[in-house]
């Protein structure tokens, strides 16, 4: 009766705006209190979560993230990929989808992707002839595209709670992330048709011209995945390597962001590496607390439970991924993607192992469903930053965000039943 009313107060505090992270740590106190383990088994996971070799990765690849999306590096590789790509049909809506993709890869977060490119994308979208409806859809579901190529934190994140290679699933992400790129920028490329959209003329001088202009930025993920899989260093100096890359590159080389304050209008390295900070300590405290709750989940067998009572009315693996995902798409759109990940990848990994799902193939299916959680209605986090930058209803996102829901709903249904989607280039590549 107690835990009940517990329950109840916490769950007030939620719907009154509480943050999320303070829910989960007050929740996870109350049940390790009335536990006999007591709380001493918090501070053992948490040792194994800052002793993490990955651990150092959340910063230094955000810091990355952050400095490119202060700077000009959007307007440069807005301009490449409008030179190459901008012949093609829905060719601007390809770019839009592209570019996109390169920053939620480098932030992690689709809020930072549409803040920092929706004004300058939407515009241009406009005026090329694209519908207003379809720029605002396309620029929200393009929010949170590159969740699953790598260097994403949310791959990182995954793979050190559920133990599981993350330079495995860094290569398995590639060709589903590939997948739903293409399956919108088709999409794209038939609105373009019907809108009867110009096409610009392809000039290879032009190409080059800006290819070269933006050739610092370009070289990032070229940089991370040849050091990575050349063999040469391991995935946290890898990151190392990209920020301090990033940062000489920025500030010293192009000079988009000054080393002190200046009236100059341009970011500068301190607000940057603010900015920065705020959201790895935001991420390390969810993780943190999260981790607590599902460590109680874990001791208790709770997820034994659950197995238990899925095995008396699910019996083969086909069903069960039908189920998951139907959950992990209502935890995407409920919770934030680092929450999500704490509080659920424990309590489903053993779970999906007695169906036989492969665990990197699951933790693509996983990253997947909470990338399209975030157009999912009524609450999806995307619809919601769009709506605030945008200044429209959040109705009117829900409207224009439902063909690139059902789009990629569509996408997910193979990336989920497709495991050699996920696992044949892990295979060619890293072996296992």
């Known amino acids: 009766m107690t835990l009940v009313i517990i329950g109840i107060i916490l769950l007030v505090l939620a719907v009154l705006g509480t943050p999320l992270f303070a829910v989960l740590a007050g929740l996870a106190l109350v049940l390790f209190a009335m536990s006999d383990t007591g709380i001493v088994v918090l501070t053992e996971e948490h040792y194994k979560l800052a002793t993490s070799p990955h651990l150092i990765t959340i910063p230094l690849f955000t810091l990355s993230g952050f400095l490119m999306a202060k700077s000009k590096a959007a307007d440069r590789l807005i301009n490449v990929s409008n030179a190459v790509l901008g012949w093609m049909p829905g060719g601007l809506a390809v770019v839009v989808i592209a570019a996109c993709a390169f920053f939620t890869t480098f932030t992690g977060a689709s809020g930072v992707t549409i803040v920092a490119l929706g004004g300058l994308l939407f515009p241009m979208m406009v005026q090329d002839g694209y519908p207003e409806r379809f720029s605002h859809g396309l620029i929200t579901a393009s929010g949170s595209i590159g969740l699953l190529f790598p260097p994403s934190l949310p791959i990182i994140l995954y793979g050190i709670v559920a133990m599981a290679s993350v330079d495995k699933l860094f290569v398995a992400g590639i060709l589903p992330g590939a997948l739903m790129v293409g399956v919108l920028s088709i999409y794209a490329m038939i609105v373009s048709k019907r809108s009867e959209v110009e096409r610009i003329e392809f000039v290879p001088k032009e190409a080059l011209s800006a290819l070269w202009e933006a050739k610092w930025e370009v070289m990032v993920p070229v940089v991370v995945l040849v050091s990575i899989y050349g063999g040469f260093v391991t995935i946290a100096e890898a990151s190392a390597i990209a920020a301090l890359y990033v940062l000489i590159v920025e500030v010293f080389i192009l000079k988009d962001i000054t080393l002190l304050p200046d009236d100059s209008g341009r970011a500068d390295l301190a607000s940057v590496i603010y900015e920065t900070m705020v959201m790895v300590g935001a991420i390390l405290v969810i993780l943190g607390v999260a981790m607590g709750l599902t460590n109680y989940l874990v001791q208790e067998q709770v997820p034994m439970q659950i197995l238990e009572f899925i095995r008396q009315y699910i019996d083969d693996r086909t069903t069960f991924l039908l189920v ?45 469903n909470l990338e399209i959680g975030y157009i999912t209605p009524p609450v999806g986090l995307n619809l919601f930053i769009s709506s605030l930058a945008f200044d429209k209803p959040v109705v009117y996102l829900y409207r224009t965000a439902l063909p690139f829901l059902f789009l990629l709903l569509g996408t997910l249904l193979v990336i989920t039943f497709w495991e050699d989607l996920s696992l044949t280039l892990v295979r060619l590549l890293v072996g296992g």
């Open 324 to 368: 998951l995902t139907v959950f992990l798409l209502i935890v995407g759109c409920m919770m934030d993607i680092f929450s999500a990940i704490a509080v659920v990848v424990p309590l489903i990994t053993p779970i999906a192992a007695d169906y036989g799902v492969d665990p990197i193939h699951l933790g693509i299916i996983f990253l997947a």
